[in-house]
């Protein structure tokens, strides 16, 4: 019988953390402890954190959530099948369905109904998936940036595992995905500037602003990076989650331009300015990289900050209207071209009280050449 400490243990995927603990001290990002980022975290105090602690968990303003159902758009395998290459397909937060090469391959799988390690405690989703993680597709492969809760679901990995080729992580949370069953002939691990060519495209870990751990006693025992994905003449960027640092402006400089940026947008807050960003942040990292198009990320399905809900929605569009950045927004499970984004609608006000619902067929549009904007 598994002991009550080894369950946990197997569970959090604490002691594959630790046996990689001599590997990881070869690492420019391990101090030989822990890894850690490029600018020192700022010394917040256990009485900061707490009180941070505090107001997440027991004092929450109102609009956090959403008033009204969200407008999903349903998919199916036979809709995936059948749409081209350079799909792209928001599934929720920071999970993205991308089919390259007739391929598809999943980003940050998240599939539970609560970003937590507990059945019926932690943040819930507003939406269901739009599409059930057992009418997926085959996986050519699972990219994930690191190992928090709302990146990376165990339940989620361990039903993918036997219809995925390759999982690609940082360092450390592949041995985590070993200790939870999965065969370690599938799992990749890379540090910043690190990766592999599979099926003629190229997969880079690239350097990120952020932490790890998944109980206590782990933090930081785990890289966290974002990642870039070359398909010949396609260049996307996934952020994974990042506060806003120089390290955009030099993976703008060595790896792109890029076609499209997916960069977090949401879960900010002006207590933790160095682990998220603000919208401001966003458009600029966006800017930095130097991307074409901007599908602002990791918003819109649980509820994780004190902001309102759609304030990341809201903000990001006004501000990239102002500097001229072309900005998509589908909705959950609407399709993209990766090679010619559309613009989106303001779907989430649809699920919004205190605003003024758009026209019918009212798009946003913006143009990142010549810095105007208009609506069609």
């Known amino acids: ?30 101090d030989g402890e822990r890894f850690r980022n490029v600018t020192p975290r700022p010394a917040e105090g256990l009485r900061k954190t707490l009180g941070i602690a505090w107001n997440v968990l027991f004092n929450k303003p109102p609009g956090t959530a959403p008033a009204r159902t969200l407008p999903v758009d349903a998919l199916t395998r036979a809709q995936l099948d059948a749409a081209p290459d350079r799909s792209l397909y928001r599934l929720g937060h920071s999970t993205m369905l991308l089919k390259l090469r007739g391929q598809y391959w999943l980003t940050d799988p998240v599939f539970a109904e609560r970003a937590s390690p507990f059945r019926h405690l932690g943040p819930r989703r507003f939406h269901a998936p739009p599409i059930a993680l057992a009418d997926l597709p085959p996986l050519r492969g699972v990219i994930l940036s690191h190992d928090h809760y ?13 219809s995925t080729g390759v999982f690609l992580t ?6 985590r995905l070993i200790e939870w069953g999965i065969d370690a002939s599938k799992v990749r691990q890379f540090d910043w500037w690190q990766g592999t060519e599979l099926d003629g495209m190229q997969f880079t870990a690239t350097p990120a602003q952020h932490f790890s751990g998944r109980s206590l006693c782990d ?3 785990t890289l966290w990076v974002s990642w870039v994905i070359v398909d010949d003449d396609l260049r996307v960027f996934f952020s994974g989650d990042t506060g806003y640092f120089d390290g955009f402006r030099t993976i703008g400089e060595r790896l792109g331009p890029f076609d499209v940026t ?14 998220h960003m603000q919208p401001e942040e966003t458009v600029q990292a966006h800017i930095d990289l130097r991307g074409r198009w901007l599908v602002p990320v990791h918003n819109g399905t649980f509820d994780l900050a004190m902001h309102r809900w759609h304030e990341p929605f809201e903000r990001v569009t006004g501000l990239a209207l102002a500097r001229g950045v072309a900005l998509s927004t589908p909705r959950i499970g609407e399709r993209l071209d990766l090679g010619a984004p559309h613009r989106g609608e303001l779907w989430w006000r649809r699920a919004v009280e205190t605003l003024a619902a758009p026209k019918t067929g009212r798009r946003w549009c913006a143009s990142r050449d010549a810095g105007d904007a208009k609506s069609s």
């Open 262 to 275: 997916l960069v977090e947008t949401g879960a900010y807050d002006a207590q933790w300015p160095y682990v």
């Open 219 to 221: 933090g930081n025992s």
């Open 170 to 175: 940082p360092l450390g949370v592949g041995d």
């Open 1 to 30: 019988m598994t002991s009550i400490p080894a369950l946990v243990s197997r569970v959090l995927g604490v002691t594959a953390a630790r046996r990689g603990r001599a590997l990881f001290r070869l690492s420019p990002q391990h």
């Open 150 to 162: 709302d990146h990376l679901d165990r339940e989620t990995v361990l039903a993918l595992a036997r």
